[in-house]
């Protein structure tokens, strides 16, 4: 019998990390511009760091009698519509959710059954109970083997639904063999928890994946770090939204990874520059980048929204204890929380000036559908587009406006953070940056050149935004 056909299939959002459209419309054209065109493209195509989606790296991974299954990233590659697929997962990302119900669509125009899953399923199932002919709502390590078992048995249900977070503990090793692997820049993403005990109200993982943090085996990671390395000796993401929510475990892990000689980045929060037990292992263990969620050097900013764990008096102490390591900070502002002022343009440029922090990344805030954010917001009136036309907004950083902040009118709001990323986003700083980095300089240049060039994309729309503002003003529009 030949054996049946998955498609697992990742959607790229429309726009920012990972859409086209990063690179803006041509300007001028000649040979010139053409060779800048392409040189930029290919810059920007290796400073996006694409890696593979840990999801369907997950699912693929099950082996189930008679079932084959196969990764297709859009991103990458066209969709192979000349094979027979038996089922058809797409994986529904917030920010990717038009492009995915479309594709679903036309799939199921031409016969294909198509399941859907992923956050944005999960958090919004009545949403998508039309758009495929089965939900998977929740975490699908374990539910979708019993997916693939009613698929071979003909007997796939409307929904499956995971009642439990799934136990990390037990999970089996994650395999690569359904990538591409030269697609990426790396194909070793690891995740060693799931599941946050923090609030930020900007934030939907606490919502998705529960306040409880689930380990998975120390073992099971070592032995999957080790696995890896024999395909691919190239850096480790581990996609932990904080990869020291505790520290004892974290200790203990990346102790036992310092034998492997492996070079890898991650998500942490500062309060590691405290620890000098910790920040010493991850620096052995070969971290060589931690991205570092600030958020607004205003606490009371940090406290409207949630934001409780960063040490705030200590803050600028821990990111020079973590580069004094020798890893490199990507640190992370969200310009615009509700207690911010015009004064944090001028914070924020001081705080990277003596901090040094080698990658900025000074975000306006993305009102993600399903966080308490959002709610509240739209419960004031304050964001810029109708609460249920989920379609409306662009979750992708750097670029317009998606909602009012609250002690600064917008109309001064855009100029600031425009103003702002003019003056942190320039070559001479790129440069001086990767000069001063402790440590990976070529990431660190490409990195902030990407960052020129997708800021200045940002204050195009921004200013093509605060047009139509005004032009909405003078018709007396709100
Ligand atoms: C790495 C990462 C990225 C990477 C890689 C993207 C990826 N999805 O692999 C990059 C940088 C490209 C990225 C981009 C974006 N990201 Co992102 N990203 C993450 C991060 C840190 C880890 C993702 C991950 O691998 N998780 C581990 C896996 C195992 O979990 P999972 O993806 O949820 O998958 C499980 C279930 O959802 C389900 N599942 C998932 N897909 C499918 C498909 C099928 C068929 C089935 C049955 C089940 C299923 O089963 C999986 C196993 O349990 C998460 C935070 C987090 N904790 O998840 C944010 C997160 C997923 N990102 C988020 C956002 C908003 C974005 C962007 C829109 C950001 C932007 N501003 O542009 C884009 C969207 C890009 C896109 N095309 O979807 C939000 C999503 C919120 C939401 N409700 O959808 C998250 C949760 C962060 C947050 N704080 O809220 N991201
Ligand atoms: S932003 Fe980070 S710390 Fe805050 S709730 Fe989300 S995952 Fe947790």
Redesign the pocket.
């Known amino acids: 019998m030949d054996k049946l056909s998955v498609l ?6 429309d ?5 086209p459209s990063l690179l803006g419309e041509p300007e001028h054209s000649g040979f010139l511009h053409s060779l800048k065109d392409s040189v930029l493209k290919n810059v920007i195509k290796r400073a ?9 790296m ?2 693929s991974s099950i082996d189930e009698p008679d079932i084959e299954q196969h990764i297709c990233d859009l ?1 990458f590659e066209t969709f192979p519509l000349d094979r027979h697929w038996d089922l058809i ?8 959710v038009r492009p995915a119900f479309e594709l679903s669509a036309i799939l199921r125009e031409k016969g294909f059954r198509v ?9 919004f199932p009545e949403r998508c109970r039309d758009r495929g002919d089965v939900l ?1 709502i ?4 374990e ?2 083997r019993k ?1 693939l078992a009613d698929l071979r048995r003909g007997r796939l249900q409307k929904e ?1 639904r ?1 009642d439990e977070l ?1 136990d990390l503990t037990c999970g089996s090793s994650v395999k690569k063999d359904a990538l591409e692997l030269r697609s990426y820049f790396t194909t070793n ?1 690891v ?1 060693t928890t ?1 599941g ?1 005990p923090y609030s930020c109200d ?4 606490h919502v ?2 529960g306040h409880k943090i689930r380990h998975r085996d120390i073992d099971g990671v070592v032995r999957e770090v080790e696995g890896f390395l024999e395909k691919d000796r190239r850096i480790f ?1 581990f ?3 904080t990869v020291n929510a505790d520290d004892d475990y974290a200790e203990k892990l990346f102790h036992e990874l310092i034998p492997f000689g492996i070079n890898w980045v991650g ?1 942490a929060t500062t309060r590691l520059g405290e620890n000098s037990r910790l920040l010493d292992v991850f620096a052995r263990s070969g971290c060589g980048a931690l991205l570092v969620g600030i958020e607004s050097l205003a606490e009371e900013s940090n406290r409207a929204h949630n934001k409780f764990h960063n040490p705030a008096d200590r803050q600028a102490e821990c990111i020079r204890n973590i580069r004094d390591a020798g890893i490199c900070v990507y640190g992370s502002f969200i310009y615009g929380l509700d207690e911010d002022t015009l004064e944090q343009t001028d914070a924020i440029e001081a705080f990277l000036e003596e901090t040094g922090i080698d990658v900025p990344g000074i975000n306006l805030l ?1 009102p ?4 308490e954010v959002f709610n509240r917001l739209a419960d004031e009136c304050r964001l810029l587009h109708d609460r249920n036309d989920h379609d409306a907004f662009r ?3 750097g670029q317009e406006m998606l909602y009012r902040p609250k002690k600064i009118p917008i109309e001064a709001f855009i100029p600031s953070y425009t103003a702002l990323t003019k003056r942190v986003f320039t070559v001479r700083r790129a440069i001086q940056r990767a000069a001063n980095a402790p440590t990976l300089r070529s990431a660190v240049l490409m990195f902030n050149l990407f960052y020129v060039h997708m800021y200045n994309l940002s204050r195009k729309d921004l200013a093509r935004q605060m047009q139509e503002l005004g032009e909405d003003k003078a018709k007396g529009k709100s």
């Open positions: 697992l299939v990742f959607v790229p959002a726009s920012g990390v990972d859409g996006q760091f694409a890696i593979p989606p840990l999801s369907l997950i699912l991103r997962g797409i994986s529904v990302q917030t920010g990717a399941v859907l899953g992923g956050p944005y399923v999960t958090v998977v929740g975490e699908a390590d539910i979708w997916v499956y995971v799934p993403v995740q799931r946050c900007f934030c939907n993982v998705m994946n993401f996609l932990d939204d998500q993305r993600i559908p399903g966080t979750f992708s950083w």
